[in-house]
């Protein structure tokens, strides 16, 4: 959950160094003005560098992250893009932002896309494949990746609670052609709003930056106003107070990362010898970003007793099974799209998604962890089942 949790004055420093040097708010220009303060940048290449990616484009969101990554591919009308049925509806949104068809695989027992219904869904349309490591926890890259190269179709990994996390060695944001990030308030780094997106390649990057830019290419040969530009765009740009709190919160992620894999491991211990009890599965060669700890019980009747034990006892819940209906596929009647392409009947187009997520519980993992939690989640739990 974590970023938020350690706020303190290194971000207000970051900012103040933007004020001490001429309060230039706006990524690009303003060069004699700014005395080599260039925040947005700077925060950029670190975590370009953290990730291991050549290039890393800071965004407004994690939601524009995602469309700026489909309109770098040219996915546009008339294009299939497949994603999983838990996500968050920003995925989709982001689709269908782009106006393309968007494609709903199940989740297997990993709880994200399940590669098989991911070779079903593929057609001579699908034009993009969007894979997310949902709460924490890496998606099948190697099968996904293996179903994807066959067909040669870019995956594009949502990494928005991925941050951090790995999968064979791997940062995850880094394993597809490009990988989007979210710091919103919620995730794992935050900026407030804020996102960016990741690649290794070139002539992505640069329509990329153009396009999140209004076409802007940035050519050093002319001045701004006179820009080049061979494409049309929108307005993406980060500013440089989001991007100075990142720089700060990039600092910090090894902690959060450290403390919420220890608190993880903590919690797991103590509620797993309870009865009736199983755990999310991980794919092997996966260092999660330890965002949540995600249990099954028997059925959807439990999952709510086991939320409602928790909440009296002063402990949330994340997401499961409270918030699902913002999280999962089936229940986003509110997108004719989507209803067109998957329905008519949402609630029965995604059979075992449905039966996973709905006897499912996620206690969210925090940083600063309350020493008497563990005790208290497995009193909370043993006294339902
Ligand atoms: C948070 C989130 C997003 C969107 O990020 P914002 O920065 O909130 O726009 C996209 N996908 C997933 C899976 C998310 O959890």
């Known amino acids: 959950m974590p970023g938020f949790e350690l706020i303190d004055m290194q971000e207000l420093e970051e900012i103040r160094e933007i004020f001490d040097n001429g309060g230039v ?3 690009h ?6 005395h080599g303060i260039y925040k947005v940048r ?3 290449q670190a975590f370009a560098q953290k990730v291991g990616a050549k290039y890393a484009l800071a965004v407004t969101s994690g939601t524009a992250a995602l469309r700026v990554a489909l309109a770098t591919l040219g996915i546009g009308a008339g294009d299939e893009v497949i994603t999983q049925s838990f996500t968050f509806v920003a995925t989709v949104e982001a689709i269908i932002e782009s106006r393309a068809r ?3 695989t199940e989740i297997d027992e990993t709880l994200n896309m399940d590669p098989a219904d991911l070779a079903a869904k593929i057609t001579h349309r699908t034009r993009a494949i969007i894979p ?3 709460l924490g926890v890496p998606a ?3 099968e996904i990746k293996r179903v994807a190269e066959e067909r040669h179709i870019p995956v594009i990994e949502d990494t928005a609670w991925g941050c951090g996390g790995k999968y064979r060695g791997r940062s995850l944001g880094t394993l597809g052609a490009l990988g989007t990030y979210s710091f919103d308030y919620a995730k794992a780094m935050t900026t407030g709003e804020g996102g960016m997106v990741v690649t290794s390649d070139t002539s992505l990057y640069q329509r990329a930056a153009a396009y999140h830019d209004h076409g802007h290419e940035n050519n050093p040969a ?3 106003w006179e820009d080049t530009r061979s494409g049309s765009g929108f307005n993406y740009r980060m500013s440089e107070l989001q991007g100075a709190v990142g720089l700060a919160q990039l600092r910090k992620l090894e902690r959060v990362l450290a403390a919420q894999r220890g608190h993880k491991k903590v919690l797991r211990d103590v509620i797993s010898t309870i009865p009736g009890i199983s755990f999310r599965q991980i794919p092997d060669g996966s260092e999660e970003a330890a965002d949540a700890l995600i249990f099954h019980v028997v059925d959807h009747v439990s999952a709510r007793r086991v939320r409602d034990a928790l909440v009296t006892a002063g402990v949330g819940t994340k997401i499961l099974p409270e918030a699902i209906i913002w999280h999962f596929a089936g229940t986003w009647t509110h997108m004719p799209e989507l209803v067109n392409s998957c329905g008519p009947d949402l609630s029965v187009a995604f059979p075992r998604s449905k039966d996973l997520l709905g006897r499912s519980v996620a206690i969210p993992v925090t940083v600063k962890m309350a020493s008497d939690l563990p ?3 497995k009193k909370s739990v043993q006294s339902v089942l």
């Open 102 to 104: 968007p494609v709903v």
């Open 222 to 224: 002319v001045p701004r």
């Open 25 to 27: 708010l706006f990524r």
């Open 375 to 377: 005790e208290k989640i």
């Open 29 to 34: 220009s303003f060069d004699d003005l700014r």
């Open 132 to 134: 997310v490591h949902m």
């Open 42 to 44: 700077t925060f950029e």
């Open 140 to 142: 099948r890259m190697d």
